[in-house]
């Protein structure tokens, strides 16, 4: 049971490049979200899911766009990378919008 | 809008020492309180939830209350080890069921 899967684990971006950072889950959970990590900031929620074609912005949405195409998958792109969103971003689902979260391991993105 | 505060930011303690981790939060209509480790370099683990008519939860050596009424929810680690050195983040889910994460306490067991 692989749980929440991101890749890439590291990435480094030019200003004005575009990327996808890859999203999966296996336990059929319903929910899905996205955040960042700064210093200082906490983590902050960028945008959500609910279910399979349902997505919703969270705190931070700005710059990120996403899609829901299917319930264990929920990618997140980044239109044109700017040096604000260097950061780590962490995947996370649960059974339901009120259950226990299950976090992935992280993308440390460097954008220069 | 949902604010969580985690004291003390950091902590340092001798092994075998027990010790609480605090959380207070700003709107008492919480759906639940999670608390989660993050360990560096690493995603968060789960570690307790709590929900909204639960006063507290239980895992081994881990024990986490909820007090709607003062804003507050505690984590309270018996008997230290070594291992049990990390980031601990308590987090809100309100009516919105969004999560609104504190900042963490870094905690440190000596040994």
């Known amino acids: ?112 | 809008k949902q604010e969580v505060t985690q004291i003390p930011a950091a902590l340092s303690v001798p092994e075998g020492e027990n010790l609480v981790l605090n959380c207070s939060f700003t709107d008492s209509a919480i759906y639940n309180l999670q608390w989660f480790r993050q360990d560096p370099g690493k995603g968060l683990t789960s570690l307790l939830l709590i929900q909204s008519s639960q006063r507290e939860q239980t895992s081994g050596r881990l024990n986490a209350s909820l007090d709607k009424s003062s804003g507050r929810s505690t984590l309270y680690i018996a008997a230290s080890q070594p291992g049990d050195s990390a980031t601990y983040l308590c987090a809100g889910q309100g009516s919105n069921y969004k999560l609104t994460f504190g900042k963490g306490t870094l905690l440190t067991v000596n040994p």
């Open chain 1, 1 to 112: 049971n692989a749980g929440v899967t991101q890749t890439p684990k590291f990435q480094v971006l030019k200003t004005g490049q575009s990327m996808t950072l890859q999203c999966a889950q296996d336990m059929n959970h319903e929910y899905m979200s996205w955040y960042r990590q700064d210093p200082g900031m906490g983590l902050r929620l960028i945008h959500y899911s609910v279910g399979a074609g349902i997505t919703d912005q969270g705190e931070v949405p700005n710059g990120y766009n996403v899609s829901r195409s299917t319930t264990e998958d929920f990618p997140l792109r980044l239109l044109s990378a700017a040096p604000s969103q260097t950061s780590v971003y962490f995947c996370a689902s649960s059974l339901t919008r009120a259950t226990e979260a299950f976090f992935g391991q992280g993308t440390r993105l460097t954008v220069v």
